[in-house]
């Protein structure tokens, strides 16, 4: 890397503090009034547990939260590639959550949907296609998990 190049990389670390920029999970930051406030709702199936875990990774786990958060978690298949011989080679996974967050006194505090998509291939093993199956709907899960967050953080819900 030239000086030039390492001068102008240093100048655009002080570009951006001076902007006013902050990190959203950094002291003073929008998440950090989030942080262990949610309590989430039991899941009930394995794509749920799934949503729950990131959201607790990102936002951390609470027993006695204010904020209760529930979410209706939508999935669809379809089939996207064929083989020459007709076998279905690839799927695509549609993911759609309806999420509400309530305080204490089961006002709606904050309420939205996320949609996204991801997809896996069928492979000749049944147990190959399942086990593909399966990771393509955890990653789905995280995908509209941080959805839900940057949502949330978007908001003040302080």
Do not use: H
């Amino acid at each position: 890397m030239s000086l030039f190049n390492r001068r102008l990389f240093c100048l655009s670390f002080a570009a951006l503090a001076g902007c006013g920029f902050t990190p959203v999970y950094g002291p003073g930051g929008s998440a950090e009034g989030l942080r262990g406030r949610i309590d989430f709702a039991t899941p009930a199936d394995e794509e749920g547990a799934a949503l729950v875990r990131r959201l607790e990774d990102r936002l951390g786990r609470t027993t006695t939260g204010d904020l209760k958060m529930t979410a209706e978690i939508r999935l669809k298949e379809a089939a996207l590639g064929f083989l020459p011989d007709g076998e279905l080679s690839r799927f695509n996974v549609d993911g759609q959550v309806d999420w509400e967050l309530r305080d204490s006194a089961g006002r709606a505090v904050a309420a939205g949907q996320e949609r996204s998509f991801t997809s896996y291939s069928a492979t000749s093993t049944t147990v190959a296609t399942t086990f593909a199956q399966r990771d393509a709907r955890r990653r789905l899960m995280v995908i509209l998990a941080d959805r839900i967050i940057a949502d949330l953080v978007s908001r003040d819900l302080s």
